[in-house]
């Protein structure tokens, strides 16, 4: 009961960390696995779960609020129903990626459940704000928490319980163990999903070319994933520096400076920040997303300006209106230019900045944070995972904590600082370079993670007769011996080139894509045809 139950809390916290402060995105898989190996008292059985399924991940966010498979509760529930599961290390990887992969699809069912309640509270929030009662909206926007953690924290609480029994290791222990080789195959092939997916983000038919230089310093230099992302910045810088040719982001004309005095305290500002960084989308809804949020943030810098309750109601229900960017790159750009324009008194020029800016920055905030940054971090912290090496989460959490909390802090005080000449700044096209450079950067870095992230060979081999001191002589050739020789690791390249035809032409649905390949991983790895690895050579 007490693992269960200090299970259920971690599934809490992930799901806050994930919405709120992003200390060290406990929402990733590969952090909330981590944790909950040690929690059941498995921590390399959770480290590997919650890499493999980190990697199947990759390129899968919530942009714009879109369900997605819940790999943070899958982590967390294949790590506990596998520490009671029969068998070694790598049979119970298999067994709780077995479990952890349809927990993740089935249980992404939930989540508009919570979203669905958290869009009625809002409602509540606009009668709050009508009349002036702070304390109701700050309420509301609190609560809207509880659904949102609910979906999550039931069903690992359930799950645990379930653990807790001997129910699952006798189950367990009548797994063929054709199916658990066919599954660790399974999770070894995974990554390729996640690598697809960036790929089909990014402007493949553009940038093509870069991932050659990735893959050459795999798989012929010899570089470890370390020595690819230093290569990786090196082009970027390079290729960044030589063009300069990318448009300027369009954002509308800086109106003229006013002459207002300040009138907010560096308290006032602390505050507003301080409630944006820890709670920004815990009322996330499906009707107006982060606005509940951006509200309760501005508030108090409302209450200072205008003393007069009618204005007061009008600057609350002015930040109540739809609203939704990325959070990290763009959301406290914003909010520091709507509390500097509030101040200056131009609160119609506030809300037209909010809406101006919010798409553009969702753009690139998204792209370089998401789709790009996140995915280099975690592949190579899954990566050290999967070595059993527990430098991996911890490298995620600290290049998650670190330089999220920094770039948050100084966008805000940035953005006050400007005020209305924040548009031209942006104007400027710098923001649209640094997309680009990591655009670059995205690329290389891919080529050479593809090859050392997806693991697979061919245990197949071929008959050959030659003529020795004549004699003929019949000999059995592997073929992945040939393969080699032809290019190597051409079939991590090859499977993730075909997950990508799967997803980026056929538009096939990732929860389908993913269970075409546990599929093939299965049947391939059963037979015994392919393998994450070669078998020793005796």
Known sequence: MLVALALTLWAIYCTYDGLGPFLIYAQRPLIAGSVAGLIVGHPLLGLLIGATLELAALGV???????????????????????????????????????????AILLSALDPVGKIITTALVHRADGYAADGNARGLALIHWVSLVPWVAVRAIPTFLAALAASGGLVKDITASIPAGFVQ?????????????????????????????????????????????????????????FVTLKRDEPALAVPAAPEESTVDARLTKQDLRRVFRRYFWSSQISWNYERMQA???????????RRLYPEKADYVAGLQRHLQFFNTSVLIGGPLILGSSVALEEAGTPKS????????????????????????????????ASWALQGN??????????????????????????????????????????????????????????????????????????????VQGQPVTQAVAIQDRLDELVPFLLPVLVTAGVYLLTAKARLRPVWTIGIVVVAGVVLGWLGWFAPSAPAKG
């Open 61 to 103: 966010y919530t942009y714009g609020g879109a369900t997605i498979p819940d790999y943070q509760t899958g982590a967390i529930v294949g790590t506990a129903l596998a520490a009671g599961a029969a068998g070694d290390t790598s049979a119970q990887v298999a067994i709780g990626l077995g479990v952890g992969l349809p927990a």
């Open 182 to 238: 066919g599954m660790t195959l399974a999770g070894s092939l995974l990554p390729a999903v996640g690598f697809a997916l960036l790929l089909g983000m990014m402007e493949l038919s553009r940038y093509w070319y870069l991932l050659l230089i990735g893959f050459v310093a795999f798989a012929y230099l010899h570089l470890p994933l370390l020595g690819i992302a230093l290569v990786g910045v090196a082009v970027a810088m390079l």
């Open 390 to 467: 527990w430098l991996g989460p911890a490298f995620a959490a600290v290049m998650v904590l670190v330089p999220y909390a920094l770039v948050r802090r100084w966008q805000f005080g940035f953005a006050y600082r400007e005020g209305k000449r924040l548009a031209g700044h942006l104007a400027a096209g710098a923001l649209a370079r640094v997309a680009q450079g990591a655009t670059v950067l995205g690329f290389v870095v891919l080529g050479g993670f593809i090859p050392s992230i997806v693991k697979v060979v061919t245990t197949l081999t071929y008959r050959q007769t030659t003529t």
């Open 292 to 302: 509940l949020g951006f509200a309760y943030s501005m508030e108090p810098v409302l």
């Open 350 to 381: 506030a809300a037209s900045t909010k809406v101006a800016l919010m798409g553009p920055m969702a753009g690139i905030g998204d792209t370089v944070v998401f789709a790009l940054y996140n995915s280099i971090i975690f592949t190579m912290g």
